[in-house]
């Protein structure tokens, strides 16, 4: 009885950090990822590309991409598809799209774009590493990452840098150097950002004092 309660406990914690996360992850992608084209990997960098080319928002786009993969996850994985990634996906799926209606921009917030890149790094890996920390993810190319590790001996994690990488290089193609470069920058800095903060969030201290 008691161990039901801390479980249940436990699971309405995990849904509450999830939202809470996804909120931090949904407001770095808006706010400071698509208005300045910054196109580090993953479906939101990918969404910012496509905007360049299709006549569609990138909320939109990535609401599209995150939805169409979430399916797949389905389609592949069946019941033991993670609720709590469909759960996460779904509000930085949507997220986006309702802050288009809600908060339209049309340019960045600042004129100070490295400060924006710093906001564009941070919230975003924040909220991956309290997902990964919790046994979660948000979804969209970690599904791809699934997936590739389910059917095949593909090096997931070079698999998706290199998609990462290619999506960068999108990015200096379809915009300019610039954003290229912020958007590389990006790239290298988030998985730094992500491990740090995962570290720091398990961190114990403790001390050993030796007397007589």
Same mark, same amino acid.
Request: contains cysteine.
């Given at each position: 009885?008691?161990?039901?309660? #801390?479980?249940?406990?436990?699971?309405?914690?995990?849904? /509450?950090?999830?939202? /809470?996360?996804? !909120?931090? =992850?949904? /407001?770095?992608?808006?706010?400071?990822?698509?208005?300045?084209?910054?196109?580090?990997?993953?479906?939101?960098?990918?969404?910012?590309? $496509?905007?360049?080319?299709?006549?569609?928002?990138?909320?939109?786009?990535?609401?599209?991409?995150?939805?169409?993969? +979430?399916?797949?996850?389905?389609?592949?994985?069946?019941?033991?598809?993670?609720?709590?990634?469909? #759960?996460?996906?779904? $509000?930085?799926?949507?997220?986006?799209?309702?802050?288009?209606?809600?908060? @339209? =921009?049309?340019? @960045?917030?600042?004129?100070?774009?490295?400060?924006?890149? =710093?906001?564009?790094?941070? +919230? @975003?890996?924040?909220?991956?590493?309290?997902?990964?920390?919790?046994?979660?993810?948000?979804?969209?190319? *970690?599904?791809?990452? =699934? !997936? &590739?590790?389910? #059917?095949?001996?593909?090096?997931?994690?070079?698999?998706?840098?290199?998609? *990462?990488?290619?999506?960068? !290089?999108?990015?200096?193609?379809?915009?300019?150097?610039?954003?290229? +470069?912020?958007? +590389?920058?990006? &790239?290298?800095?988030?998985?730094?950002?992500? *491990?740090?903060?995962?570290?720091? /969030?398990?961190?114990?201290? #403790?001390?050993?004092?030796?007397?007589?």
């Amino acid at each position: 009885m008691i161990h039901r309660i #801390y479980k249940h406990k436990q699971q309405i914690y995990e849904y /509450i950090m999830f939202t /809470i996360a996804s !909120i931090v =992850m949904v /407001i770095g992608i808006y706010f400071f990822k698509f208005p300045n084209h910054f196109s580090f990997g993953g479906v939101s960098g990918l969404s910012i590309v $496509l905007s360049e080319l299709l006549p569609q928002t990138p909320g939109y786009i990535n609401l599209v991409i995150n939805i169409v993969l +979430l399916i797949l996850g389905f389609v592949v994985f069946g019941k033991n598809f993670g609720v709590k990634t469909t #759960y996460i996906t779904l $509000l930085v799926s949507f997220g986006p799209s309702i802050l288009e209606h809600i908060q @339209p =921009m049309d340019g @960045p917030l600042t004129n100070q774009p490295v400060l924006e890149l =710093m906001f564009a790094i941070a +919230l @975003p890996a924040f909220a991956s590493a309290v997902f990964f920390n919790l046994g979660a993810s948000s979804g969209g190319t *970690d599904i791809v990452a =699934m !997936i &590739l590790k389910k #059917y095949t001996k593909v090096d997931i994690g070079t698999a998706l840098f290199m998609s *990462d990488v290619f999506i960068v !290089i999108s990015a200096c193609l379809v915009f300019n150097v610039e954003t290229g +470069l912020f958007s +590389l920058v990006g &790239l290298l800095a988030k998985s730094l950002v992500v *491990d740090e903060t995962i570290e720091n /969030i398990n961190l114990a201290k #403790y001390f050993t004092i030796i007397c007589n």
